[in-house]
C-alpha cells in the first residue's frame, strides 16, 4: 500500500482530526491520535451533514451508521416571530440526493463523532491515546519529534513524518507551533439544548429543520429520532463568559411554545471565528476549526473539517515531503473554506434583520421558491474532493 511505512500523529480525536485518521489509515500509514479528554466527547448538540460531506464519510464506509444516527428531513421550513405556519419551505429530502448524489442529513454531533471512533476501531494502524496531558513538537529535515505526557504522567517520545493538529478553535498547534492568532469572538452566543420528542410532538413537523427569524436572533430546531429527542439551537447576542443565565427571551407562537418547553436546560457556546493564511509551517499542519472556524449559519463548519481532511490526507501519502502536501492542501482549500466563511457571515446577518428590512428578506426567499437553493448553494453541495485513483 502507498502509505505503508509511514506515520502520523494528529492531536484531537474530533470529527476533522477522526475523519484524517481514517483517511490516512486506508492508505496503509500508522496514525498516533492525541486526546486531552478521556473519552470521545463531542460538546453541543445537533449538526448538519450535507451532501459534499456526506459522500467523503460515505466513502469511508460510515453509510449505514449514519443512516441509522441520522435523519434526512424532506424539508427546511421558515417561520417569522410569533406564527404557528411556514411562510416558506426549501425542499431538501430525496430531491438533495438526486441532485448531489448524496442525502442531506442531521444527527447530533456525539454521535457522528462515536460512529467514526468505532470506524477507528476496526484499524491496527489507528492508536488513539486518551487523557493526554501535554505535548510538545519539534520539527526537522526528516518528520517531528513529540513529546508527550499520557494519562498515567509518564512521558514518552516518538517520531512520525509530520503532526497535524485538529485541535478545535483555539488550536494550541495554530497559536502555540505555527504562530497563529487567537480565535476571535464575534459578540453571539448559541444556546443549546435537547427537549424530548414529545415536547414538541404538536409544535414541529417530525420530518424536517424548522427556522424561526426574529429581530436581532433566530433558533433552528429539528428533530433526532435515534434519541428521542429535538435539538434547539438559540443564536442571540452575547458575551463570552463563563457560566452565563439561561437566556430570558420571550415569543409568542411556536417559537414561544419551544422556549418555553425548553425552559432552563441551555448550555451557552460562545461563537469565535479563526482567520489565519498560516495552516502550516515545515512538518506541522492544521485543519478544521483550527485553521479556519466560523459562525454557524450556512451549516458548514463540520462539513468543512471533513473536507479538509479528504483532502489533505491523499496529499501526505502522494508528496515525497509533507512540508509539500500541507502547500498544496492550503492552496486547494483555502478560496473555498473563506467564500463558505463569508457567507455563513452574511447569513448571520440576513437571518437577524429587523423589520422593515426582514420583510424584503422574506420576500426575496419565496420569490427564489422551495428549489432556489439548488442553484444558489449547489456550488457547495455539489463539491467533490475526489479521491485519487488507486485509492482503497
Request: net charge positive; glycine share 10%.
Amino acid at each position: 500500500m502507498p502509505g505503508t511505512g509511514r506515520s502520523y500523529i494528529i492531536a484531537g480525536a474530533g470529527i476533522s482530526g477522526l475523519t484524517l485518521a481514517l483517511t490516512l489509515a486506508k492508505f496503509g500509514a500508522t496514525v498516533v491520535v492525541l486526546e486531552r479528554n478521556n473519552s470521545i466527547q463531542e460538546a453541543g448538540a445537533g449538526l448538519q451533514i450535507s451532501p459534499n460531506a456526506r459522500r467523503i464519510l460515505d466513502r469511508l464506509g460510515l453509510s449505514e451508521a449514519l443512516s441509522t444516527i441520522g435523519l434526512v428531513p424532506e424539508a427546511l421550513e421558515t417561520y417569522r416571530s410569533g406564527e404557528t405556519r411556514p411562510f416558506f419551505s426549501m425542499q431538501l429530502g430525496a430531491l438533495m440526493e438526486e441532485r448531489f448524489g448524496a442525502p442531506y442529513a442531521v444527527m447530533h454531533r456525539a454521535d457522528l463523532a462515536d460512529a467514526l471512533y468505532k470506524a477507528s476501531r476496526r484499524f491496527a494502524n489507528i492508536d488513539i491515546m486518551f487523557g493526554v496531558r501535554h505535548w510538545d513538537v519539534a520539527t526537522h529535515a526528516r518528520g517531528v519529534t513529540v513529546a508527550i505526557d499520557d494519562a498515567s504522567g509518564l512521558s514518552r517520545t516518538t517520531r512520525a513524518n509530520a503532526f497535524i493538529g485538529a485541535d478545535g478553535v483555539h488550536s494550541l498547534t495554530r497559536r502555540h507551533f505555527l504562530g497563529g492568532p487567537d480565535a476571535q469572538f464575534g459578540g453571539r452566543v448559541a444556546w443549546r439544548t435537547l427537549i424530548p420528542a414529545e415536547s414538541a410532538q404538536n409544535l414541529i413537523a417530525r420530518d424536517r429543520v424548522s427556522v424561526f427569524f426574529g429581530g436581532g436572533h433566530h433558533l433552528v430546531c429539528y428533530p433526532l429520532p435515534h434519541r428521542g429527542q429535538v435539538n434547539l439551537a438559540l443564536f442571540l447576542p452575547g458575551e463570552a463568559k463563563e457560566n452565563p443565565k439561561s437566556p430570558t427571551l420571550k415569543g409568542r407562537g411556536t417559537f414561544g411554545a419551544l422556549l418555553s418547553a425548553a425552559g432552563e436546560s441551555w448550555t451557552p457556546w460562545p461563537l469565535y471565528t479563526v482567520k489565519t493564511s498560516i495552516w502550516h509551517r515545515n512538518n506541522i499542519g492544521i485543519l478544521g476549526d483550527a485553521a479556519h472556524a466560523m459562525v454557524p449559519f450556512q451549516a458548514q463548519g463540520a462539513a468543512m473539517g471533513i473536507e479538509d481532511a479528504a483532502t489533505l490526507g491523499p496529499l501526505l501519502i502522494d508528496c515525497d515531503e509533507p512540508e509539500d502536501a500541507f502547500a498544496r492542501y492550503a492552496k486547494a482549500r483555502q478560496a473555498r473554506v473563506d467564500r463558505v466563511a463569508n457567507l455563513s457571515a452574511s447569513n448571520g446577518r440576513i437571518f437577524h434583520m429587523k423589520w422593515p428590512f426582514s420583510a424584503a428578506r422574506d420576500a426575496v426567499m419565496r420569490a427564489q421558491g422551495p428549489r432556489g437553493h439548488l442553484g444558489r448553494l449547489g456550488w457547495i453541495y455539489s463539491h467533490d474532493v475526489a479521491p485519487p485513483p488507486g485509492t482503497p
